[in-house]
C-alpha cells in the first residue's frame, strides 16, 4: 500500500471538511446577529396592531440535522418499469418523458387527481408532494420528500407535470436525490413561533394577512457538482385580505429568512 498517497488523501479529505465546518461556523454568527427576534408580548402587541391573525402553536424541541443528498441519474433499468411513455435524459439526471397516450388527471367537476398518475407513471413517484398547480399554464409542481420532509424549491429534487386542454398529461419533467445522510446534529431548533416572530420583526407580514400553517422541511444550504448539503428550514403559510397565499422560508436553526430564485419553476427541460 502506498502510505504517502493514501496520507495525502486524508489531508485533501479533511482539509475539504474543515473549510465546510468553518464556512458553517462564520455563516451561523452572521445569523445570529440577524435573527431579530421579538419577546411573546411584543410579538402579540405587534400582531395585533398590524391586525394579523397568528395561532401559536405548541412545539415540541427535538434533535435536528442537516442533511446531504446526491443528485440521482435515471438507468434504464429503472425506466424500463414504466410503461406507456418514451423518454429523453440530460445528462442522465434530469428525465423528459413524453406519454404514448394522454393520461386524464382532471374530472369532470375541474377536481385534480394525480395520485394514480404518480404511482403508476412516475419512478418514486409516491415520494412527490403536490406544491402548486397553475391553471393557465395547465401545469403542476410537485416537489420530493424525505423523512416526510418537503425539500423546497430543489431543482434536483422537483416533477413538474404538463397536461392538454382535456385535462389529460402529455409529458413531465423530474429530477431525483438518493443517497441522503443526516450530519450535524443540532439540539437548538427555532420553534413555528420564532419563525413568525421573525417575519414579524422584520416586516415581512402585511396588515390583515392570516398565518394559515408552519411546516417543517429542508432548503439547500450548498451546492456542488453532484451533492447538495440541506438545512432544516420552516415554511411560514400566510393569506392575505384578498385571499392571495404568500410562502415565507426561515432556516430553522440559524434564523435567516431564505430568498428562493423566483424563476427555478420558469426552466422547462427542452
Known amino acids: ?8 488523501i486524508f489531508i485533501i479529505v479533511f482539509s475539504i471538511l474543515n473549510v465546510f465546518l468553518y464556512w458553517l461556523y462564520l455563516d451561523r454568527q452572521m445569523g445570529v446577529g440577524n435573527m431579530q427576534i421579538l419577546g411573546k408580548a411584543s410579538v402579540e402587541e405587534t400582531l395585533a396592531l398590524e391586525n394579523i391573525t397568528y395561532e401559536p402553536i405548541p412545539f415540541n424541541k427535538k434533535d435536528v440535522s442537516y442533511l446531504s443528498a446526491h443528485i440521482a441519474t435515471f438507468s434504464n433499468e429503472k425506466l424500463d418499469e414504466l410503461s406507456d411513455q418514451s423518454f429523453v435524459l ?17 374530472d369532470g367537476k375541474e ?11 412516475v419512478l ?3 415520494d412527490y408532494v403536490l406544491w402548486d398547480v397553475d391553471e393557465d399554464e395547465q401545469s403542476a409542481v410537485f416537489f420530493q420528500r424525505v423523512k416526510n420532509e418537503t425539500i423546497f424549491y430543489s431543482s434536483n429534487a422537483m416533477l413538474i407535470l404538463h ?13 431525483m436525490l438518493d443517497e441522503f445522510l443526516s450530519f450535524n446534529h443540532k439540539k437548538d ?15 415581512y407580514l402585511k396588515s390583515g394577512s392570516t398565518v394559515m400553517q408552519v411546516k417543517s422541511g429542508y432548503s439547500t444550504l450548498v451546492q456542488l457538482t453532484e451533492t447538495q448539503v440541506f438545512a432544516p428550514t420552516w415554511n411560514v403559510q400566510v393569506k392575505l385580505k384578498d385571499g392571495t397565499i404568500e410562502h415565507y422560508f426561515i432556516n430553522a436553526i440559524e434564523g435567516k429568512i431564505i430568498e428562493f430564485q423566483s424563476d427555478i419553476l420558469e426552466e422547462p427541460i427542452e
Open 1 to 8: 500500500m502506498d502510505w504517502n498517497r493514501t496520507k495525502t
Open 124 to 126: 418514486n413517484g409516491e
Open 163 to 175: 397536461w392538454n386542454e382535456d385535462g389529460e398529461v402529455t409529458h413531465y419533467e423530474q429530477s
Open 189 to 203: 431548533l427555532l420553534s413555528q413561533d420564532d419563525a413568525v416572530s421573525s417575519l414579524v420583526t422584520r416586516g
Open 111 to 121: 377536481e385534480y387527481n394525480f395520485d394514480e398518475f404518480l404511482k403508476k407513471y
Open 90 to 106: 440530460i445528462e442522465q439526471s434530469r428525465l423528459l418523458s413524453h406519454m404514448k397516450k394522454a393520461v386524464k388527471v382532471i
